[in-house]
């Protein structure tokens, strides 16, 4: 059954039409329209994120070392804020924060500490984080279970995990996987664009790949939370659409249990076996989900190029960062290329 196709509207592709690919995209279609740097606020909004991006201009403001939020008041080793934390808060990202806690000053500032701490936690106020993660985590990644791969309709990377490529059992190394494809979107995202689309293949892991070790259905449920609390605490305003296909009569029971967890606002983007070629378009999709692009995974091929080309972005937008003061609320639009 080709769940990938608009009922009514079935697509037979020709062998010419298919498009081989085994490296990242490195950019949208040139046909899409490419958005310009809005800035809509009114008065009362320019002052609330004027007060916020003050807040973090202050040159006495230190934070502590490690530890969470609720260990602030415990911590004896404070430090004031990194290039890379300087440069991780963009006046995109202070928006973000702004526009999820509905312009409350309060807890923007509380939900943006939270944020840096984590990250001071978990090694992403480190400049190195990409390349030093990328080898850690490259095992976790051979049979291609996620994919930076192409953009939807309105030129937002599209982010793929497929259930069924897993190889490993559940663990911290899956979580630190995760964020490093989080963080890579961060850095690949096309300019003008803030937000992601998914594509959650939940298919039965395949018992026929012998890459394939793990024979859990779906990660532990305290694994689960703790990814969701990292998505939605800590990457807000990020997704656009999440589409979930393949889903076992047997995980329909996990995914109810999960739901409550899940905010209103990203529990309305999540849309189960919809058709994908409304949000993505078939030259930007691949072929197992009724795309052009014949894509195959080669992991000696598509990770060391997709490494690269994070780097390289990377370097790239801090030299930017660099040449225009290392101040925060610089414009992620100014830094893109």
């Known amino acids: 059954m080709r769940l990938f196709h608009r009922k009514g509207n079935e697509v037979t592709w020709k062998p010419d039409d298919f498009i081989p690919v085994n490296k990242f995209i490195s950019q949208p279609p040139e046909r899409y329209t490419k958005p310009q740097p809005q800035d809509n606020l009114d008065s009362e909004q320019r002052t609330i994120y004027q007060s916020i991006l003050n807040h973090f201009l202050d040159p006495l403001l230190y934070l502590p070392v490690n530890g969470l939020a609720k260990q602030v008041n415990d911590s004896n080793s404070y430090s004031k804020l990194s290039d890379y934390e300087r440069f991780w808060l963009s006046k995109e990202c202070i928006l973000r924060y702004l526009r999820a806690t509905k312009w409350n000053k309060e807890r923007t500032l509380k939900r943006i500490h939270e944020t840096l701490l984590w990250r001071r936690q978990f090694g992403l106020d480190n400049y190195n984080f990409i390349e030093e993660t990328a080898r850690l985590v490259a095992d976790e990644n051979i049979t291609g279970?996620?994919?930076?791969?192409?953009?939807?309709?309105?030129?937002?990377?599209?982010?793929?995990?497929?259930?069924?490529?897993?190889?490993?059992?559940?663990?911290?190394?899956?979580?630190?996987?995760?964020?490093?494809?989080?963080?890579?979107?961060?850095?690949?995202?096309?300019?003008?664009?803030?937000?992601?689309?998914?594509?959650?293949?939940?298919?039965?892991?395949?018992?026929?790949?012998?890459?394939?070790?793990?024979?859990?259905?779906?990660?532990?449920?305290?694994?689960?939370?703790?990814?969701?609390?990292?998505?939605?605490?800590?990457?807000?305003?990020?997704?656009?659409?999440?589409?979930?296909?393949?889903?076992?009569?047997?995980?329909?029971?996990?995914?109810?249990?999960?739901?409550?967890?899940?905010?209103?606002?990203?529990?309305?983007?999540?849309?189960?076996?919809?058709?994908?070629?409304?949000?993505?378009?078939s030259d930007q999709l691949s072929s197992e989900y009724g795309g052009k692009l014949n894509f195959v995974y080669d992991h000696t091929v598509y990770w060391p190029n997709l490494v690269e080309t994070v780097t390289a972005r990377k370097r790239e937008q801090l030299q930017k960062f660099n040449e225009m003061g290392q101040t925060p609320g610089t414009s992620e639009y100014e830094l893109r290329s």
């Open 145 to 281: 279970k996620m994919l930076l791969l192409g953009y939807d309709r309105c030129r937002q990377l599209v982010l793929i995990l497929k259930n069924y490529k897993q190889n490993t059992e559940p663990s911290y190394t899956q979580v630190k996987q995760l964020v490093w494809f989080l963080e890579a979107a961060c850095i690949l995202t096309p300019k003008g664009t803030e937000a992601w689309s998914f594509v959650i293949d939940l298919h039965r892991y395949s018992d026929n790949n012998n890459n394939v070790l793990s024979q859990y259905e779906h990660p532990p449920l305290s694994l689960t939370k703790q990814v969701l609390n990292i998505v939605q605490d800590h990457y807000p305003e990020r997704l656009y659409k999440c589409l979930v296909f393949n889903v076992p009569t047997s995980m329909w029971t996990f995914l109810k249990i999960i739901h409550p967890l899940i905010n209103t606002v990203p529990r309305k983007k999540i849309l189960y076996d919809t058709p994908v070629d409304h949000h993505i378009e």
